[in-house]
Antibody, heavy 120, light 107 residues
Framework: QVQLVQSGAEVKKPGASVKVSCKAS????????MHWVRQAPGQGLEWMGRINPNSGGTNYAQKFQGRVTMTRDTSISTAYMELSRLRSDDTAVYYC?????????????WGQGTLVTVSS | DIQMTQSPSTLSASVGDRVTITCRASQSISSWLAWYQQKPGKAPKPLIYKASSLESGVPSRFSGSGSGTEFTLTISSLQPDDFATYYCQQYNDYPVTFGGGTKVEIK
């Protein structure tokens, strides 16, 4: 079945970087955009950006431009999201989510989420 | 950016009730709207896409309607498993944006 499995929880200090991985299985990895969405504790969902696993092309939300980098390794069907210059308000659960259909940006499935805690 | 406004933010209901959640877009998004259900500690689960299409495996008590700027998610007869938070999401334009969520609580 189609599945996204993310890396484990991280604790980082302010100013550091974090890199979260998302391993895909059950479908052609290069056939669907992969998106990243985050959710701060008790808050709503916030879209961060997307990557085309085929070309490596990316689109980032303006809020994260300059701090986020999305990459992929097609040999192991894995997408990555790296966020730099971490602040306390970056504490959140980070989800990868596959575009349900090419060109139709609703998301199915989602990864299980990775909690990133930023604390001194 | 397109702003998505959900109402109410919290809803108290009983098992068997008919429940309606509203989502308004700050500009027309045609029918490019999805609805998700999220339970504590879990990832969102898609329920509805393209405003009214039911995702495979989702019970038929869930339905979506609307187009343009006004959308609704209806649960025809609330079940114990439906107590959760619901989010709408527009995908007409980038950045993709979500509503603030509606928490459905037990009355």
């Amino acid at each position: 079945q189609v599945q996204l499995v993310q890396s484990g929880a991280e604790v980082k200090k302010p100013g550091a970087s974090v890199k979260v991985s998302c391993k895909a299985s059950g479908y052609s990895f290069t056939g669907y955009y992969m998106h990243w969405v985050r959710q701060a504790p008790g808050q709503g969902l916030e879209w961060m950006g997307r990557i085309n696993p085929n070309s490596g092309g990316t689109n980032y939300a303006q809020k994260f431009q300059g701090r986020v980098t999305m990459t992929r390794d097609t040999s192991i069907s894995t997408a990555y999201m790296e966020l730099s210059r971490l602040r306390s308000d970056d504490t959140a659960v980070y989800y990868c989510a596959r575009e349900a259909n090419w060109g139709s940006s609703w998301f199915d499935p989602w990864g299980q989420g990775t909690l990133v805690t930023v604390s001194s | 950016d397109i702003q998505m406004t959900q109402s109410p933010s919290t809803l108290s209901a009983s098992v068997g009730d008919r429940v309606t959640i509203t989502c308004r877009a700050s500009q027309s998004i045609s029918s490019w709207l999805a609805w998700y259900q999220q339970k504590p500690g879990k990832a969102p689960k898609p329920l509805i896409y393209k405003a009214s299409s039911l995702e495979s495996g989702v019970p038929s008590r869930f339905s979506g309607s609307g187009s343009g700027t006004e959308f609704t998610l209806t649960i025809s007869s609330l079940q114990p498993d439906d107590f959760a938070t619901y989010y709408c999401q527009q995908y007409n334009d980038y950045p993709v944006t979500f509503g603030g969520g509606t928490k459905v609580e037990i009355k």
